[in-house]
Nanobody, 121 residues
Framework: QVQLVESGGGLVQPGKFLRLSCAAS????????IGWYRQAPGKQRELVAR???????VYVDSVKGRFTISRDNAKNTVYLQMNSLKPEDTAVYYC???????????????WGQGTQVTVSS
């Protein structure tokens, strides 16, 4: 019932920045947490950053101090500001959310289709 659409990926040089966006649409579900995973070639998918309904955030150690996750509830959008990008940040980035009907204990997991981030000179 929730669609997640990522945008903002692309090719960027090391040391530069990108901002990813994930727009949620569909049912008026409460988003308990939303964030970003990434999967690089030959590697397991890993959590990059996420934010819960209370505003608490989690980051993988490799991006701390460089990436910032934020939410704009009015736009139903989550952002990932990625600064000081490194070649090892190259991956497909996926938006992920846990959401459910307001006032209900039911929770569902949703995934976007991914956006490619390539960091190369």
């Amino acid at each position: 019932q929730v669609q997640l659409v990522e945008s903002g990926g692309g090719l960027v040089q090391p040391g530069k920045f990108l901002r990813l966006s994930c727009a949620a649409s569909g049912s008026n579900f409460r988003i308990y947490r939303i964030g970003w995973y990434r999967q690089a070639p030959g590697k397991q998918r890993e959590l990059v950053a996420r934010i819960n309904s209370g505003g608490s955030t989690v980051y993988v150690d490799s991006v701390k101090g460089r990436f910032t996750i934020s939410r704009d509830n009015a736009k139903n959008t989550v952002y990932l500001q990625m600064n000081s990008l490194k070649p090892e940040d190259t991956a497909v980035y996926y938006c992920n959310s846990i959401a459910g009907p307001p006032g209900s204990a039911q929770q569902y997991e949703y995934w976007g289709q991914g956006t490619q981030v390539t960091v190369s000179s």
